[in-house]
């Protein structure tokens, strides 16, 4: 584990190597992001993205996602994995918003994972983005990141999330979820991280880190 001490500075350089986080996701409201983020299972944002860039400007409330049916919907999402059980997801979560919620997406954890295909991941996700809640959404990349690094281990995303909590210095919680996010993404990667550009290289205690950054030290002279 990373010391006590250590905690703040290693958010820190987490937070200045991506001063202005946001999410990959394209979204104008909280209805649009929650359909989105339930589509970025086992996705890619790139490619939510690209089937979104062509749905919600035919439909983006969950009256007319409704309205469009499984059917209706499915063109519009079948580039995207699981797209059939996510189609039914989104036309039943939309239903619900609809009929019980004025259209609105619910600004409440339980409510939030009380819809079809929304599980803890989605609605810490909305919840903190859309929100501002200093929620934790533990995905691929922030597992990874905590257990390399020794951050905040667990041998689940719960248990990973729940670390989190007790470990992140609190002036860094509203924006850590994407501040480790970012940082598996596009430095610390699940198959050749970069450690010689690692902003927390200081503090991991990740077992790869010798040997990748021996790889990239000049030899010496001799």
Known sequence: M??????????A???????????????????????????????????????????????????????????????????????????KNVIKLSEILRDNYD????DDFDKLIALPGV?????NVVLNVAFGHPTIAVDTHIFRVCNRTGFAKGNTPDEVEDKLYKVVPPAYLQH???????????????????????????????PEKKKRLADFMPPKNK
């Open 176 to 206: 850590a979820h994407h501040w480790i996010l970012l940082h598996g993404r596009y430095c610390c990667k699940a198959r050749s991280p970069e450690c010689e550009r690692c902003p927390v290289v200081q503090w991991c205690n990740a």
């Open 13 to 87: 350089a987490l937070a200045a190597a991506h001063p202005n986080p946001k999410s990959d996701l394209n979204w104008s409201t909280p209805y649009e992001l929650l359909v989105a983020v339930v589509l970025s299972a086992q996705a890619t944002d790139k490619g939510v993205n690209v089937a979104t860039a062509k749905l919600f400007p035919v439909a983006n409330t969950a009256e007319a996602v409704a309205a469009l049916g499984v059917e209706g919907l499915t063109p519009y999402i079948q580039t995207i994995g699981l797209y059939r059980n996510k189609a």
């Open 119 to 123: 599980g803890r991941k989605t609605a």
């Open 2 to 11: 990373i010391k006590k001490a250590d905690r703040e500075p290693f958010m």
């Open 103 to 106: 259209g609105e997406v619910p």
